[in-house]
Each structure stands twice: as structure tokens, then as C-alpha cells.
């Protein structure tokens, strides 16, 4: 039978973001900023990764300083077909190749500092969907949760997606200092970062995501200099319009004030350190993770 329409769509979106996905942590390793041993344990510890899905001979061609005859060599001497993916590696397979890359590839120091991003981006872009998928994969990352004083949207959760206070609560935590930045957004809500949590991660050397509008990203650009601004952009106007309205969550006139506030913060990418197209979700996440120097969190015990 031939497949509806809109699967084969589908599969073939998917299968571009899978590439797309791929090549993101061919650079990562490429650019020595993720090991290509970590490549595969976490492809052996979860089939369902990225890391899973890619060749050898592909993630072979990654290391600096492996060209192609060389890496038909290594794969000959290793016994692994140049067809064969990291997720499809017999035991001794996965033993040989694992001990090629300690000795080979370039190993990855931690940085010494944590890293805090800040994420932010227009109205719709995906901001929320970018940072709960970094929040259900990379564990190791602490993902702010911001305090505000809209109410929840359908499927919103209080304290995992946002505070929901009220504004007598909000003007006690600006009186007694206990936000990194606050502002008024669509002038209409109250957002707030509250401090305490990435202080403490921090102090403890975890990794934190900032996922705010722009004027909060401003203020923690000023309060804390050493953070990294990275701007999430949709991949065309049309698309960000598409999924403002296509979510049915805010009036006619909400829509047109939401709108109108993008075309002002499109034009503030300039000022951040990074740019992220969300295309794809994945992807876009696998971008932002690499830019925070961390690797997925994953258990190896019992493994070797």
C-alpha cells in the first residue's frame, strides 16, 4: 500500500532533523568539544539517541587528522563493515573501537567553570519546547524555572513550568532582592529569574540554562558578564506567524501585541553571542547543549 501523504512528509522532515542532528555532533567533535568516546557510550546506552543513528566510518571522519584511507584502515583492522552503525556494534566490535578512541581522539577537558546560557528569542519560537527537551536529556543541566504573573497555559505545570504567583508575592521577591533580573513583558505580564537555584548550581558546578525574553537577557548580561547569550530564531517570519496562531492560546488582539513585539526583538539578535535556527527541536537542542560544553549525562556501569 503506499503511505498517506502526510507520513511520507513526515518521515522525511524527520529524516532531515536526524541528519541535521548527526552533523551537529560530527562538529561538536570534529571542533574538539565533544569526545568521540562519549559519542559512543552514549549511543550504546540509549538506541534511541542521535549518536545511535550514525555510522562509524562517519564518526571515524570526524577526528582531526583521520582522513578517508585511513579510516578504511582502522575499520579493516578493527573487523567493522563501513555500513555498520555505532547501535549495531557486536561486544568485541564496541570493545576494539572504544580502546581506538582512547588512544586516538582527542579527549575533552571539562571546563573548569560551569557554564551558564541564557536562552531567548521572539514570542513563539519555541523557546519552552527547545528547553524541556534539553531538561528531559541533558540531566547534568539545570533548567531556571522563571516566576510570573500570567496565568498557566493548558499542559503548564506550577514550579516545573514556570512559578505562577500572584503580584503581591512578585513585589515581596523584588523587595528582598530575590531575583537575578525582572521585567514586564508584552506589557502586560511580570517574568522574574529567581536567584537562589543558579546561585547554588553554580557553587556546585552544574550547568544552568536561562530560558527568558530579552530584556531579561540584558539584565543577566549585566549582572553576571560571564554568561552566554544565545538567540533561538524561527526559521522564517511566516513560520513564527504559523505557530503563534496555530497554538491558539492568546485572543486576536493578544496575537497582534505579540507580533508586533517579535518584529522589535528579531532585531536584537545582534547583541547575543549566538544564533540558533529551531527547525527541528533536536537539533536546535543539540546546538544549544554544545554551546554549554557538557555532555549527556549517562550511566556506564556494567557497561564494559
Known amino acids: ?87 549495531g556494534l557486536g561486544v568485541h ?37 527547545v528547553s524541556t527537551y534539553i531538561r528531559e536529556n541533558y540531566p547534568d543541566v539545570l533548567l531556571s524555572v522563571s516566576a510570573t ?4 497555559r493548558p499542559g503548564e505545570v506550577d514550579g516545573v513550568s514556570y512559578y505562577f504567583i500572584d503580584d ?22 511580570r517574568y522574574g529569574t529567581p536567584r537562589g537555584p543558579i546561585d547554588a548550581a553554580l557553587a556546585s558546578g552544574r550547568s544552568v540554562l536561562l530560558e527568558i525574553d530579552i530584556q531579561g ?15 533561538l530564531l524561527p526559521p522564517t517570519w511566516e513560520e513564527l506567524v504559523r505557530r503563534l496562531i496555530g497554538r491558539g492560546t492568546e485572543t486576536l488582539e493578544e496575537q497582534e501585541r505579540r507580533l508586533t513585539t517579535a518584529r522589535v526583538e528579531l532585531a536584537a539578535q545582534d547583541e547575543f553571542d549566538h544564533r540558533v535556527v529551531n527547525r527541528d527541536v533536536q537539533a536546535a537542542a543539540a546546538e544549544v547543549v554544545e554551546l554549554m560544553q557538557i555532555q549527556k549525562a549517562i550511566d556506564l556501569r556494567g557497561k564494559e
Open 168 to 189: 503581591a508575592e512578585f513585589d515581596r521577591m523584588i523587595d528582598e532582592g530575590e531575583f537575578l533580573e525582572w521585567a514586564v513583558v508584552h506589557n502586560k505580564s
Open 149 to 152: 504573573t500570567r496565568a498557566p
Open 1 to 87: 500500500m503506499k503511505p498517506p501523504e502526510v507520513d511520507r512528509v513526515a518521515a522525511s522532515r524527520a529524516a532531515v532533523a536526524a541528519r541535521r542532528a548527526r552533523a551537529a555532533v560530527k562538529r561538536a567533535v570534529t571542533e574538539r568539544r565533544l569526545s568521540a568516546v562519549s559519542v559512543l557510550d552514549t549511543a550504546l546506552s540509549s538506541t534511541e539517541s542521535v549518536e545511535a543513528t550514525m555510522r562509524v566510518r562517519d564518526l571515524l571522519m570526524s577526528i582531526p587528522g583521520l582522513g578517508p584511507v585511513r579510516v578504511d584502515r582502522v575499520m579493516e583492522r578493527l573487523g567493522i563493515a563501513s555500513s555498520k552503525r555505532l547501535s
Open 217 to 231: 537577557a540584558r539584565l543577566v548580561k549585566a549582572a553576571m558578564p560571564e554568561a552566554t547569550l544565545v538567540f
Open 93 to 129: 566490535q564496541q570493545q576494539r573501537l572504544r580502546e581506538f578512541l582512547l588512544k586516538r581522539a582527542p579527549q575533552v577537558e571539562r571546563a573548569a567553570q560551569s557554564r551558564l546560557v541564557v536562552l531567548a528569542g521572539p514570542t513563539a519560537v519555541g523557546k519552552g519546547t
